[in-house]
């Protein structure tokens, strides 16, 4: 390689990530208008699901969009009922959790000093807040009502989402030259996507149905509101399930004792051992074909770049990235940074 062409290789390079870095300023900028419409494309995918449901057994696809948004109005109006007011219940008390957090840190600490461990100078809140994840389940809540006080906004995105479904192939078709090859990335795209937000949706529900039954036995607070957070980050890989347990054995702990604590942490675990390692592994097969540092990376860079929001659809965001990655040969080796080392030596084998 001649020094020219490495110097035109690496201008090439700067050019990209300057351009990428206005990129990502200016999608930080248009982060409220942006965050509306990237979970009604999520809501809409997990809508496409039944609606196909429908129109294959002849429902018309005006009616069939109608009857979607209907139980997707109901289930929305449902969460506003149930959910919204343990919110507020949650928020109002939060101060008075946290103070007993602090009073049960103190007493940890003096019980610790007084089997003669030595604790002058030294603050355990400085290493780990307990109350820091109470007050980041609130943020994230608050978060998403924000979000969702655009609900009338939300669901005509997701109507004419809908509704414009069926005609994106022939769209795809008419504005790239090589059509066949351009709609198998597209259908790829779409049917990796849906499927893995269609099988998520419903693991999820499981997972935050049978928690909240299991905290309500248990005796702790708000069990709806533990089970609506469990089901919500369940769509994060690995991690979202412990952050979700968190606030809730917390809760257990102080309100409870550490008996309904302990209790707590073995639902949590049980369900995430059956549902997280046998029953959802089976559903998606080979997986989400992302790496597990992808997926915790990814959590940092959407949930810094759209905020809480940004975390939840931080795995949906990070596999379209990586299909439309693979779908251009000069960008294919980043799509393979970002799989799995199953999926590296799948395609190594093929290449064999």
Not at 197 to 205: D, F, G, Q, R
Not at 220 to 245: E, K, M, Q, R, T
Not at 293 to 310: A, D, E, M, N
């Amino acid at each position: 390689m001649t020094t020219s062409n490495k110097h035109s290789q690496l201008t090439q390079y700067l050019i990209t990530t300057a351009a990428l870095v206005v990129i990502f300023a200016g999608i930080r900028e248009i982060a409220p208008i942006l965050i509306p419409f990237l979970l009604s494309c999520f809501i809409a995918v997990m809508c496409l699901a039944p609606m196909h449901w429908l129109q294959q057994r002849k429902v018309p696809s005006a009616l069939s969009v109608m009857i979607v948004i209907t139980l997707l109005i109901l289930i929305l109006l449902l969460l506003g009922i149930f959910v919204g007011a343990s919110l507020t219940d949650f928020t109002r008390s939060l101060p008075q959790y946290q103070q007993r957090l602090d009073s049960l840190m103190l007493s940890i600490m003096t019980t610790l000093a007084n089997l003669g461990f030595e604790m002058s100078g030294f603050n355990i809140k400085d290493i780990i807040d307990p109350a820091a994840a109470m007050q980041m389940a609130n943020s994230l809540f608050g978060a998403l009502s924000q979000v969702l006080s655009n609900t009338f906004l939300i669901i005509l995105t997701i109507v004419f989402i809908l509704l414009e479904a069926s005609s994106f192939p022939l769209k795809v078709r008419a504005m790239m030259g090589n059509a066949e090859h351009s709609l198998e990335h597209f259908d790829r795209f779409i049917q990796s996507v849906n499927q893995y937000v269609a099988i998520k949706a419903v693991v999820s529900l499981v997972t935050g149905l049978v928690i909240a039954i299991a905290l309500a036995i248990i005796g702790v607070d708000y069990p709806i509101l533990w089970g609506f957070l469990a089901f919500l980050l369940n769509f994060i890989p690995n991690i979202g399930s412990i952050i979700a347990a968190v606030p809730a054995v917390l809760l257990a702990m102080i309100q409870l004792g550490w008996a309904a604590a302990l209790a707590s942490s073995i639902v949590y675990l049980l369900v995430n051992l059956v549902v997280g390692s046998m029953i959802e592994p089976r559903l998606l097969g080979k997986g989400i074909g992302l790496s597990a540092l992808v997926v915790f990376l990814s959590l940092i860079f959407w949930g810094w770049l759209l905020g809480p929001v940004g975390m939840l659809l931080s795995v949906p965001l990070t596999i379209t990235v990586k299909i439309a990655l693979e779908s251009n040969e000069r960008s294919r080796w980043l799509a393979i940074w970002l799989g799995s080392g199953e999926a590296a030596a799948e395609q190594l084998s093929l290449k064999t």
